[in-house]
């Protein structure tokens, strides 16, 4: 297969995945060139995602490599073969690259699961409120970019509207709720969608409420993005210089644990509706 030019998150995870595993069978880049009768150039480029791998060495690879994780190397035979092009594609070179890695990590995603404390998070917001959101950025964004940058975030929510769609849960802070980043109406019309949507079976919105004592946990903004076994779960974080992607073993746990806590510190799904309709009652 060619060398890619460059290689999408997933790519990446692809690569990430069959380094830790060489380094787990306690093997340096050149023995496992020689084990799969290639050059270390090549085992570097397939780590990295530039270089795609087949299913039928992906398998060979892990064999080598003495994994005994069936399920695991399924999941990566599956990404292996996995040809699509998304309609995120058509945003590239229009958005940065993290907004393109983020739509094909929910397009694959077995779950999502969304932390939020300041905002509704993307997946719930309405038009108007990814707009206010979106314009309040420093350095101001050009109107075409901003457009942009709107047009994308209402795509994502295809997952959410797809036949067979993408189990989601949200725990939002009450700050995210009273946030008023728009006008009156906008924000009456935010909560009606949120709302609305946490009707649907697959949609699962609890809040924490200002009530709740002894709960600081306002720092851990998060998406979670479950994979198809929980080795290839995701975490995705915005910071002050960008998006991180997180995949190490222990990294997850930490976010797992920190979602449970959060879970049990929130409303049920019902007294979080009940909660809301009160909130909008009074705008």
């Known amino acids: 297969m060619p060398r890619r030019q460059q290689a999408t998150a997933r790519q990446q995870r692809l690569g990430a995945e069959l380094r830790k595993l060489r380094e787990a069978a306690g093997l340096k880049g050149r023995e ?3 084990l799969l009768g ?8 397939f780590e990295a995602g530039l270089a795609g791998v087949s299913e039928e060495r992906l398998r060979r690879i892990a064999g080598h490599y003495a994994c005994t994780d069936a399920d695991l190397v399924d999941a990566l035979a599956t990404m292996t073969s996995d040809r699509t092009r998304g309609w995120w594609e058509e945003y590239r070179g229009l958005l940065p690259t993290s907004f393109l890695d983020l739509s094909e990590l929910e ?3 077995a779950y999502r699961r ?7 998070p993307g997946l719930l ?4 409120c990814a707009r206010a959101l979106f314009s309040s950025r420093v350095p101001e964004l050009p109107e075409d970019e901003l457009e942009l940058r709107v047009q994308h975030r209402m795509q994502r929510r295809a997952i959410l509207e ?3 769609p993408t189990a989601y849960e949200a725990v939002m802070h009450e700050a995210a709720l009273r946030m008023m980043v728009s006008s009156r109406a906008d924000a009456h019309a935010q909560l009606a969608r949120v709302l609305e949507l946490s009707e649907a079976e697959h949609i ?12 600081i946990d306002l720092g851990s903004a998060m998406v979670y993005a479950g994979g198809t076994v929980p080795k290839l779960d995701t975490v995705v974080r915005d910071g002050p210089h960008g998006t991180v992607f997180v995949d190490s073993e222990a990294q997850l746990e930490v976010f797992r644990t920190h979602f449970r806590r959060v879970e049990a510190a929130s409303l049920t799904p019902a007294r979080s509706r ?9 705008l």
């Open 125 to 128: 917001q309405t038009e108007n």
């Open 114 to 120: 969304d932390v939020e404390f300041l905002h509704v």
């Open 204 to 215: 699962t919105v609890r809040v924490i409420p200002f009530a709740l004592e002894h709960f």
């Open 38 to 45: 290639t050059d270390s150039a090549q085992v570097s480029q």
């Open 107 to 109: 397009y694959y995603a």
């Open 32 to 34: 496992a060139a020689a």
């Open 274 to 282: 009940d909660f809301i309709h009160g909130l909008s009652k009074e």
């Open 162 to 164: 797809k036949p067979s």
